[in-house]
DNA sequence: ATTTTATAGTTGTATATACAAATGTGAATT
DNA sequence: AATTCACATTTGTATATACAACTATAAAAT
């Protein structure tokens, strides 16, 4: 459906105004659609996302800056979505012993089994969005966003 | 900037995922872009939302529902949105004469001239984003876009 | 007329987010 | 060695969001 449909806009938009728009939208739907498979495992999108970096890490632990630079929302507060993830004991926290402002995070075996089980439901929802358009089309979609958003 | 680049990324990403990320990533640099626009004038990204969807009512009284079904995020509190806005004394709101469950709320004066402040504003974070895509390429964008997520 | 169902909005509560200030540690300077 | 500065993370606090339960009103059914 047109955004402005779904908007249920009277006037006609500028095509600028309408990218914003369909990129929010866009977001919201994704968002809503991913927070349904994480609701049964109990984890948030926030959570997941730091899960996916510490995976990522093979082992190395991640300090929360590099965890905090990797994330898609730098706003978040990465302490506090640490404390979540650790009271579910899907990761561990310890100082660093070399320097100690440092804090070495990493993904717990029953961490990795939460990712493990989720895999196959975030990959049917990456293609649930994109079945609608063709290879060429994807690859557009892509570099008309990083162009766009190239200031 | 690549998507990859930009979140670290150390293994190659399926077009798919892409999407997902610079979808989220680029909503992000929207925001936090239009955050600022908003800052000086105290209020938030919804209740600018809000106040747009009532001047758009151009004088006619819109209820809760009507405020609800037109917003990005379905999912806030309209209730406590037109609160925050009544307390700026941006809106009004009263009782409906004809069924006295509903609630008509109007922009004020001091609304539209927020909103009228905007304005120019508004239109150039609109502009900004876009000026590096050509007006086949802005097209092109929007009709992926909706195409996308048209499940 | 009374009860049931649907509609419209509000409130409670728990959690999340935003942003500034504070804390603790290490490195550099005097 | 003491002081200053920079770095890494945490904490405080105010605001926002999510979701369910609740209240009030209207319409429909008995």
Redesign the interface.
Known sequence: ???EEI?????PM???????????????????NFNEILKPHEISGEQYNVLRILR?QKGNPANMWTIQ??M????SNTTRLVDKLLLKELVTRKVCPENRRKIEVLITQKGLEVLAALDPKVIA??????K??N?E??????Q????????
């Open positions: 459906m047109k955004i908007l249920k806009s009277t006037v500028d095509n600028s105004k309408k990218i914003i728009l369909n990129v929010l939208y866009t977001q919201n739907v994704i968002t809503e990522g630079e990797r898609l929302a730098k706003t929802h990456e293609q649930f969005f994109s609608n358009l290879s089309e994807i690859a557009l979609l892509n008309l966003l990083e162009k766009y958003r190239n200031q």
